[in-house]
């Protein structure tokens, strides 16, 4: 019960991490200095993006024992693109991470800094599409049972 | 002749944390590539043996070895116009690269 929780808790996180992401790319795309709305903006995609990965790396030790013997038995593909979900959801959260604490040091006069940091959030979205994408699929063959 | 301007501590803390951005999930792959080629490749039964610590340690050491690589450019870079004109590439290239990484994690899963 826990476990199905915590998947959706997940789920839904990420989710909201992904729309999340676009934004500082949209609003830092032409290196505009930081308002507080794009400081803010920053902020939650860092902090949902970092809640999502957190949540997935508190599933995984089960995940591995419960799920993913019979992932592979459902479909082989579907076990080998969980890996690829793990591999991108880690390089987003480096990306994120890195791109927001280049956001927010910049100086305002610096606009080469936020434009570099808009093209590693727009990256980092797109990775976090693929594993959106990637688990919704996996989660749709198999999952924690009840 | 003028001597180049420096980087003030604010923004040389900007270029590490760019540098992070990148090294850290390349060092990931780089890694990843690692254990592939020593032989824990796209075998299903290999990767279901693998124990889960592997990932984790894949992210401690991509996070710490990212960090190492951004300390040091933190450290070696002083010429402010150097550094800017290699951010501002920058925003030209790592689209590529990270297609390229994003690329390599779908084939070596």
């Not at chain 1, 979205?125 to 996996?138: M, N, P, W």
């Not at chain 2, 080629?37 to 990767?47: F, H, I, K, Q, Y």
Request: hydrophobic share 60%; proline share 4%.
């Amino acid at each position: 019960m826990f476990l199905r929780l915590l998947t959706s808790i997940h789920g839904h996180v990420g989710v909201l991490a992904i729309a999340l992401l676009f934004h500082p790319a949209i609003v830092l795309w032409r290196g505009a200095p930081l308002t507080r709305a794009s400081k803010v903006a920053v902020a939650l995609s860092a902090g949902f993006a970092f809640a999502a990965f957190a949540c997935g790396v508190a599933l995984y030790s089960d995940y591995r024992t419960l799920v993913r013997g019979t992932l592979f038995l459902e479909s082989r593909t579907a076990g080998l693109l969980f890996e690829t979900k793990e591999h991108a959801g880690f390089m987003a959260l480096a990306m994120v991470l890195g791109a927001a604490a280049t956001a927010f040091l910049a100086p305002r006069n610096r606009p080469e800094y936020r434009r570099a940091a808009a093209r590693v959030f727009a990256a980092a979205g797109v990775f976090a599409l693929v594993v959106g994408g990637l688990g919704t699929y996996v989660t749709s063959l198999a999952t924690f049972s009840k | 002749m003028n001597a180049p301007e420096p980087l003030t501590t604010r923004e040389r803390f900007a270029v590490a944390a760019l540098v992070f951005a990148v090294a850290a999930p390349t060092m990931y792959v780089v890694h990843r590539l690692y254990e592939v080629v020593r032989g824990g490749g796209e075998d299903p039964a290999l990767v279901l043996a693998q124990a889960h610590i592997g990932f984790y340690w894949r992210i401690a050491s991509a996070t710490w070895l990212g960090g190492t690589i951004a300390a040091a450019f933190f450290a070696l870079a002083r010429n402010a116009d150097r550094a800017r004109a290699r951010v501002a590439l920058s925003a030209r290239v790592l689209p590529w690269w990270y297609g390229l990484l994003l690329v390599l994690a779908w084939w070596f899963p």
